[in-house]
């Protein structure tokens, strides 16, 4: 089995009146190359009348972010043209590239009526060869996306990138990278082998389960080594997690803001060229 090297609990952030943990980066763990970064918003409801998200217009260049929408939805809006509502059980998979700047709200349907939101935000980096790529936006809804059960259907996979079991990802990336949503009954399990080398992505959003026999509860990251194995995955009670692996890019990780990239030098010059307005124009 995959050793376990530390669980990390996430702390409560809030931003504004939306409720936020995140578990990553922290004083323990700044990245699990190549994932960056990880909010989890809510599970909260909202009322009628409400404010709904709060990330109005904001860049981004070097990196790219991974929405799961588990309640509520997100209306997403960028300098590169894109527009769409993703609702709940959808996903966003935005490259930003050499830069784009966008937007990420509650509709105005949400805002009216209210409900339950809970939505994850994972920024994944993109190596130095790709920083600087054309941005890219895919927004899918649940139907769009590749499922599949496994367990007797007490395990339900959305597969969101790389392949499993003959299965294949619906979102293309740059570089190979697995990553999926997974929901668990409880009392499924399944198991699921990691090439030697690779950095493993493992948050439990809801529930309990048992990985590799140690139990942990919901809003944990657990954080594994890269000598390659297996992780047996038991469910305590339902439950769900965010599940991936990759290849580290191994190469210098300069963060700033809303901009990753491989040097000082290289953030300064991402500020200087959003406020030249390098990164399209923002018609709001």
Do not use: C
Request: charged content about 20%; hydrophobic content about 35%.
């Amino acid at each position: 089995m995959l050793k376990i090297k530390r669980i990390h609990s996430a702390v409560l952030k809030p931003i504004a009146d939306l409720i936020t943990y995140s578990p990553l980066p922290s004083a323990e763990l700044r990245h699990i190359d190549p994932f960056l970064f990880l909010n989890h918003h809510g599970h909260q409801v909202y009322p009628k009348g409400n404010n709904g998200l709060p990330f109005g217009p904001h860049p981004h260049r070097g990196m790219e972010t991974v929405t799961f929408i588990l309640e509520g939805d997100i209306m997403h809006k960028d300098s590169g043209g894109h527009e769409s509502v993703i609702e709940s059980g959808g996903v966003q998979w935005m490259t930003a590239g050499k830069g784009l700047i966008h937007a990420e709200v509650s509709s105005t349907k949400f805002k009216d009526i209210g409900g339950d939101l809970e939505i994850l935000q994972l920024w994944v980096n993109l190596p130095s060869k790709y920083k600087m790529v054309e941005p890219r936006y895919i927004g899918l809804q649940k139907n769009e996306i590749t499922s599949f059960t496994l367990d007797s259907q007490n395990i339900q996979v959305q597969l969101i990138a790389g392949e499993w079991d003959g299965h294949k990802g619906s979102f293309p990336t740059l570089t190979p990278i697995f990553l999926s949503s997974i929901s668990m009954t409880k009392g499924g399990g399944f198991t699921k082998k990691i090439p030697k080398g690779e950095n493993v992505f493992f948050y439990i959003v809801k529930g309990s389960v048992e990985v590799n026999g140690k139990d942990i509860k919901l809003r944990h990251l657990v954080e594994f080594t890269d000598e390659g194995g297996a992780i047996l995955i038991g469910a305590s009670s339902d439950a769900h997690i965010i599940f991936g692996h990759s290849a580290p890019f191994n190469e210098p990780i300069v963060a700033q803001g809303p901009f990753v990239m491989n040097s000082q030098k290289e953030i300064s010059e991402s500020y200087r060229d959003y406020q030249e307005g390098k990164f399209g124009k923002w018609i709001g």
